[in-house]
T-cell receptor, first 114, second 116 residues
Framework: DQQVKQNSPSLSVQEGRISILNCDYT??????FLWYKKYPAEGPTFLISISSIKDKNEDGRFTVFLNKSAKHLSLHIVPSQPGDSAVYFC?????????????FGKGTKLSVIP | DAGVIQSPRHEVTEMGQEVTLRCKPISGHDYLFWYRQTMMRGLELLIYFNNNVPIDDSGMPEDRFSAKMPNASFSTLKIQPSEPRDSAVYFC??????????????FGPGTRLLVL
């Protein structure tokens, strides 16, 4: 039973346009959400996070939005660049910012076309 | 800094054989995690250690899987006997006691396992 769902296995976007990656979760105890980025033959790396007390967090070209009532979060990348082509994992944890256990989704493969 | 080191990077074995995956965490990190990535289930936490002691192994799929951490700089994940459905990429990650440990899990490059 997937507690964190990424329903789009892949996404293609033109360079310079906005990329929107979506994630849904089912566990109401989750209160900290993250996005990880993974290039081929490498391990995932942390990208951006958001606490459940916020509805938006921005870091440069990356913005994460959280809609708690809908149990939905999204990652916006503006503008998209070819170097953003990677697999993006949504992850969640409970217990606030100090938790060591992450629940990941299956990932969405983003392809940014030059 | 060397980062998390995993070996081997690729492993091909036959069903029924024993497989041992190895991990060297980042020096000074006292938490170590083993994850498995498959198309069907995505990235799953199998087990994690703190100060070489297993804290939560609820993600370990079956008794065929076992993990050890004999010291702070080395951990193994063993599958005995291996089955085709164990084919996956296995990641090791480490972190230290940190304000936001979720953001500071450093992953190794993974071991791609194929069981024929």
């Amino acid at each position: 039973d997937q507690q964190v769902k990424q329903n789009s296995p892949s996404l293609s976007v033109q360079e310079g346009r906005i990329s929107i990656l979506n994630c849904d979760y089912t566990n109401s105890m989750f209160d900290y959400f993250l996005w990880y980025k993974k290039y081929p033959a490498e391990g995932p790396t942390f990208l951006i996070s958001i606490s459940s007390i916020k509805d938006k967090n921005e870091d440069g070209r990356f913005t994460v939005f959280l809609n708690k009532s809908a149990k939905h979060l999204s990652l916006h990348i503006v503008p998209s660049q070819p170097g953003d082509s990677a697999v993006y994992f949504c992850a969640a944890s409970s217990g606030g910012a100090g938790s060591y256990q992450l629940t990941f989704g299956k990932g969405t493969k983003l392809s940014v076309i030059p | 800094d060397a980062g998390v080191i995993q070996s081997p990077r690729h492993e091909v074995t036959e069903m029924g054989q024993e497989v041992t995956l190895r991990c060297k965490p980042i020096s000074g990190h006292d938490y170590l995690f083993w994850y498995r990535q498959t198309m069907m289930r995505g990235l799953e936490l199998l087990i994690y250690f703190n100060n070489n002691v297993p804290i939560d192994d609820s993600g370990m799929p079956e008794d065929r899987f076992s993990a050890k951490m004999p010291n702070a700089s080395f951990s193994t994940l063993k599958i005995q006997p291996s089955e085709p459905r164990d084919s996956a990429v296995y990641f090791c990650a480490s972190t230290s006691r940190d304000r936001v440990p979720q953001e500071t899990q450093y992953f190794g490059p993974g071991t791609r396992l194929l069981v024929l």
